[in-house]
């Protein structure tokens, strides 16, 4: 019932900016959204995530100041913004959305995104 699609995926250069998009249907608003990424051989890592009311929470300090996590209840969409791209971001991007309050761990949201692939070339 619920899908989760995401978009904006690519292949970048260092220093380049990105924009992800997740659209959400099945169900018309979520209580929290994030976005998890994977790298090859690496564990899924929280990224960033937005509730229902508005309050963002970043996850690594590596991206703080450069992503930006935002929602269009409209649309019913979650969106990240990603500055200043590097290599180590290169990663499956994941969008995630749970019905609950919930921590920002991958355990925590039922609901997931196929992912989209992001490759920042150096």
């Known amino acids: 019932q619920v899908q989760l699609v995401e978009t904006g995926g690519g292949l970048v250069q260092a220093g380049d900016s990105l924009s992800l998009s997740c659209t959400a249907s099945?169900?018309?608003?979520?209580?929290?959204y994030a976005w998890f990424r994977q790298a090859p051989g690496k564990e899924r890592e929280f990224v960033a995530g937005?509730?229902?009311?508005?309050?963002?929470?970043y996850g690594a300090d590596s991206v703080k100041g450069r992503f930006t996590i935002s929602k269009d209840n409209a649309k019913n969409m979650v969106n990240l913004l990603m500055n200043s791209l590097k290599p180590e971001d290169t990663a499956v991007y994941y969008c995630?959305?749970?019905?609950?309050?919930?921590?920002?761990?991958?355990?925590?949201?039922?609901?997931w995104g196929q992912g989209t692939r992001v490759t920042v070339s150096s």
């Open positions: 937005i509730t229902w009311s508005g309050v963002s929470t």
């Open positions: 995630a959305a749970s019905n609950y309050p919930s921590t920002y761990v991958a355990r925590a949201f039922e609901y």
């Open positions: 099945g169900r018309s608003s979520f209580r929290t």
